[in-house]
């Protein structure tokens, strides 16, 4: 058994980690701001969870929360391209002066190792298929740029101060509990819920844009596999998580709709700015090295993921929802 941190814990990918680790018997701590996580992802667990609302930038609540701590799992950020477009300070504020003091809390504490949520934005209009985690970064958002400086934080942390840590490259993370109440939300958390009020989502560009869609399961895996892999394989090192396939904004519209039984037409507007057109992960590196594998798979996660949404909106307990 060991002791984790869980940055950003009542967020969907780290309140998704939280329920795995606690399954498993794990000590499990957590600190979030609240600004974009919401306690309820976390209401099954909370008495099995050690819960602190704080900023990231609050440098000695942070030092505190660092204290015998095995792993941190670091996911909270302010995330979204679009969001970082219209407003960089504030987005860089959080992503990376709160990643760098949570850096100094880690290394001060001497935490074993720390796991990163990067980004597949950081490849940006690279126009290679699929990414590979050698190629040279071309960000395009103000986010893509923040996510990839703690990357290098993150590295530099190993290589000055011995401080263990591993990125993982996020490829579009979906699954139960995303929030899907603000223009910020993920893709798939959006189009579900607008067309389970009966609103027709608009598509962004002309459909085609791509993305390697990955269901959060396969995300919390990775993390899992990242604390335990031998050093000299993963610290200091990068990897990319995804599926290896990837399916158009048009297709996961069809899918969606599909499922919930809309039959509406799709709306289409300008591309959003600061979009990459198509994204796609060479998960070799990480299959090899970690262990990865993405059992589940783009149908059936979206099939559990809808299935949530609906069954939340059943319940009428839609705080993830509500707009
Ligand atoms: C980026 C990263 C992802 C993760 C995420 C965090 C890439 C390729 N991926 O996701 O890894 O870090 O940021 O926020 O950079 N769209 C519509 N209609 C809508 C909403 C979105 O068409 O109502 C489009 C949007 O323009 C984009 C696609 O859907 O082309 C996916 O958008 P998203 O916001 O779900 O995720 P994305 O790709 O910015």
Same mark, same amino acid.
């Given at each position: 058994?060991? $002791?984790?941190?869980?940055?950003?814990?009542?967020?969907?990918?780290?309140?998704?980690?939280?329920?795995?680790?606690?399954?498993?018997?794990?000590?499990?701590?957590?600190?979030?701001?609240?600004?974009?996580?919401?306690?309820?992802?976390?209401?099954?667990?909370?008495?099995?969870?050690?819960?602190?609302?704080?900023?990231?930038?609050?440098?000695?609540?942070? =030092?505190?929360?660092?204290?015998?701590?095995?792993?941190?799992?670091?996911?909270?950020?302010?995330?979204?391209?679009?969001?970082?477009?219209?407003?960089?300070?504030?987005?860089?504020?959080?992503?990376?002066?709160?990643?760098?003091?949570?850096?100094?809390?880690?290394?001060?504490?001497?935490?074993?190792?720390?796991?990163?949520?990067?980004?597949?934005?950081?490849?940006?209009?690279?126009? %290679? =298929?699929?990414?590979?985690?050698?190629?040279?970064?071309?960000?395009?958002?103000?986010?893509?740029?923040?996510?990839?400086?703690?990357?290098?934080?993150? =590295?530099?942390?190993?290589?000055?101060?011995?401080?263990?840590?591993?990125?993982?490259?996020?490829?579009?993370?979906?699954?139960? $509990?995303?929030?899907?109440?603000?223009?910020?939300?993920?893709?798939?958390?959006?189009? %579900?819920?607008?067309?389970?009020?009966?609103? %027709?989502?608009?598509?962004?560009?002309?459909?085609? %844009?791509?993305?390697?869609?990955?269901?959060?399961?396969?995300?919390?895996?990775?993390?899992?596999?990242?604390?335990?892999?031998?050093?000299?394989?993963?610290?200091?090192?990068?990897?990319?998580?995804?599926?290896?396939?990837?399916?158009?904004?048009?297709?996961?519209?069809?899918?969606?709709?599909? =499922?919930?039984?809309?039959?509406?037409?799709?709306?289409?507007?300008?591309?959003?700015?600061?979009?990459?057109?198509?994204?796609?992960?060479?998960?070799?590196?990480?299959?090899?090295?970690?262990?990865?594998?993405?059992?589940?798979?783009?149908?059936?996660?979206?099939?559990?993921?809808?299935?949530?949404?609906?069954?939340?909106?059943?319940?009428?307990?839609?705080?993830?929802?509500?707009?």
């Amino acid at each position: 058994m060991a $002791r984790y941190l869980i940055t950003g814990i009542a967020g969907f990918i780290g309140s998704s980690l939280a329920h795995a680790l606690v399954d498993q018997g794990h000590e499990v701590c957590g600190i979030d701001n609240l600004s974009t996580g919401n306690l309820d992802n976390l209401a099954d667990i909370r008495h099995a969870v050690d819960f602190q609302e704080m900023d990231l930038q609050d440098v000695s609540g942070v =030092q505190a929360a660092c204290e015998g701590i095995d792993y941190i799992l670091h996911q909270g950020a302010l995330a979204s391209v679009p969001r970082s477009v219209k407003d960089p300070l504030t987005s860089h504020e959080s992503n990376i002066n709160g990643t760098l003091n949570l850096l100094i809390a880690a290394r001060d504490a001497k935490v074993r190792r720390i796991v990163y949520a990067a980004s597949s934005s950081a490849y940006g209009d690279q126009p %290679t =298929q699929p990414k590979q985690e050698d190629m040279l970064p071309r960000p395009l958002s103000p986010y893509a740029v923040q996510k990839l400086t703690c990357e290098y934080y993150i =590295q530099s942390f190993y290589r000055a101060y011995g401080l263990e840590g591993v990125c993982l490259r996020y490829f579009n993370i979906f699954g139960p $509990r995303q929030a899907a109440d603000s223009p910020y939300s993920g893709v798939i958390a959006q189009f %579900t819920f607008k067309m389970m009020a009966g609103e %027709t989502p608009t598509i962004f560009g002309d459909g085609l %844009t791509s993305r390697d869609f990955n269901y959060v399961d396969n995300a919390v895996s990775a993390n899992l596999l990242a604390c335990l892999a031998p050093s000299d394989v993963a610290t200091g090192r990068v990897f990319n998580i995804g599926t290896g396939k990837s399916h158009t904004l048009n297709e996961v519209y069809a899918a969606i709709a599909g =499922q919930l039984g809309f039959t509406p037409k799709p709306n289409y507007g300008p591309p959003r700015e600061g979009d990459i057109k198509h994204s796609l992960a060479d998960i070799t590196r990480a299959s090899k090295e970690l262990g990865y594998q993405p059992r589940a798979h783009f149908h059936e996660g979206l099939k559990k993921t809808v299935a949530w949404y609906l069954e939340e909106k059943e319940k009428n307990q839609t705080p993830v929802l509500k707009r």
